[in-house]
């Protein structure tokens, strides 16, 4: 009886399987946000803008007393990879880092 031969690149555990596996990893990422790219479309563009004519400073600013330009509509009720939710809103205007730093927080209370 002879062990069987030596394939290098195959198997689990080899470079080809980690690969793989990370390529699916990336395929379920995506799957899981349908929503992303809902971003670049010209229908988000335009309620985008609606929004910010329609409210054109930071509210989280203005709630702090300070004017600041908003840059972002930001979904006042998180969508959560809903799209119906996505479209629907509500919606509201905030400055970058506002808008990066709420976010930030509902990441470390786990609820992002
Ligand atoms: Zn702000």
């Known amino acids: 009886m002879r062990p069987p031969p030596f394939r290098p690149g195959r198997g689990p555990g080899s470079e080809a399987a980690r690969h793989a596996a990370q390529a699916a990893a990336d395929r379920r990422r995506r799957a899981a946000s349908p929503t ?5 479309t010209a229908r988000w563009q335009r309620l985008r803008a609606h929004q910010l004519a329609h409210e054109p400073l930071c509210r989280a ?52």
């Open 36 to 40: 992303r790219a809902l971003y670049g």
């Open 61 to 112: 600013c203005r709630a702090e007393g300070r004017v600041t330009p908003a840059t972002v509509c930001d979904h006042v009720t998180p969508h959560r990879g809903d799209v119906a939710l996505f479209w629907r809103g509500p919606f509201q205007s905030l400055c970058k880092p506002h808008h990066d730093g709420a976010k930030q927080r509902e990441e470390q209370q786990g609820r992002g």
